[in-house]
């Protein structure tokens, strides 16, 4: 290998579900790195509806087109599974200020405890209103959620 950094990135979350606003941040995040790390981590503050494993097998299905990404589990901090795998820098999707607020400061703490730098990218404007917990609430109910879910062949 040349001198050339290896870039690694992480893009960590609970992704219950995994949604389109998910797929995008990874579709336009995925050229910045030579090797991104979608990481299934567990929560104690959300609602989770599927375990780690099964979130692990619906993301890979949806990811299986970029060669440079790989899904992984994780328990614990993030700058650990960034540790595990040499990444340098974390990747998140930020929707509105409120998100901007919360990602800025889990982010300086990232940075101090770890030296890791973190990547914003704001959601695509059709994204904006789509989170996680909204879709988990549409499926409850017993809503049709496919057009907030990535499909297997995009």
């Known amino acids: 290998m040349s001198n050339k950094e290896v ?15 998910h797929y995008s941040i990874v579709e336009r995040s995925v050229g910045l790195f ?8 567990y929560n104690t503050d959300k609602d ?12 890979k299905k949806s990811l299986y087109r ?12 993030t700058v650990d599974v960034c540790r595990a795998v040499n990444a340098r ?4 999707g930020i929707r509105s200020v409120a998100d901007f607020e919360y990602e800025r400061n889990i982010a300086d703490i990232n940075r101090k405890i770890s ?8 959601s ?14 549409l499926e409850r ?6 057009n907030f879910l990535p499909s297997d062949k995009q």
């Not at 970029?66 to 901090?77: D, H, I, K, P, S």
Request: proline content about 4%; hydrophobic content about 45%; overall charge negative.
């Open 141 to 146: 109910f017993g809503a049709d959620i496919t």
């Open 7 to 21: 870039r690694i990135g992480v893009f960590p979350g609970s992704f219950n579900p995994f949604t389109i606003g």
């Open 66 to 77: 970029f060669n440079n990404v790989e899904v992984v589990a994780y328990t614990g901090l």
């Open 124 to 137: 695509l404007p059709e994204h904006g209103a789509v989170s996680s917990s909204i879709v988990r609430e």
């Open 48 to 59: 989770i509806t599927a375990t780690i494993d099964e979130r692990v097998e619906a993301i």
């Open 34 to 41: 030579d090797k991104l790390y979608v990481a299934v981590g």
């Open 89 to 92: 820098y974390i990747v998140r």
């Open 115 to 122: 030296g890791l730098e973190t990547i914003l990218f704001f």
